[in-house]
């Protein structure tokens, strides 16, 4: 082979190889910039997630606000329920009150029909966890109030004489106390 084409195969590797070093070059920057457009897109679509789940939470959270704020309202509906039935009997023995009656069948009537107002709302309070206070025995002044002190041959001192007024227990909470007299 002749210098001349030697020299001519010389150049033209030498021009391949700038022509695959140039396409390398560019095949690196494209692969660079469609990598950056990629990142680009990615972190625009997590953040339009993180804004969507931001907002689905904001919503949730409102939500929940609004309906605690509704259960505390209407917390005491069933309890308010259930009070219904001591009111209706008192409203039916105000009516019989108004009935021509001899004077002592008015009266049985009556007590008639407040035994059974006092039984239904005994029976309320037992379903809404609502107890009586017992005061037989010792005082206890976590449930028992003395509102007076008195002289009693039958009674220890400190234990309770009297009941005053009934107190009561909501599950484990006092609603009232006992007003109780107390032995000397």
Known sequence: MSEEKK???????TIEQEVQSEVVEETKEVSLEDKIAA?????KDTEDKYLRVHADFE?????LEKEKY?????ASE???KDLLAPIDSLEMALQSANVELDASELLTKLKEGISLTIKNFNTTFEKHNISKIETDGEFDPNVHNAVMQVDSENHETGQIVSELQKGYMLKDR????????IAN
């Open 174 to 181: 006092l609603l009232r106390p006992s007003m109780v007299s």
């Open 70 to 74: 509704q259960a505390i309202d209407y």
């Open 59 to 63: 919503n949730i959270k409102k939500r």
């Open 39 to 43: 990142l680009e897109q990615q972190l």
């Open 78 to 80: 069933k309890f308010a």
């Open 7 to 13: 020299e001519e195969l010389v150049q033209e590797e």
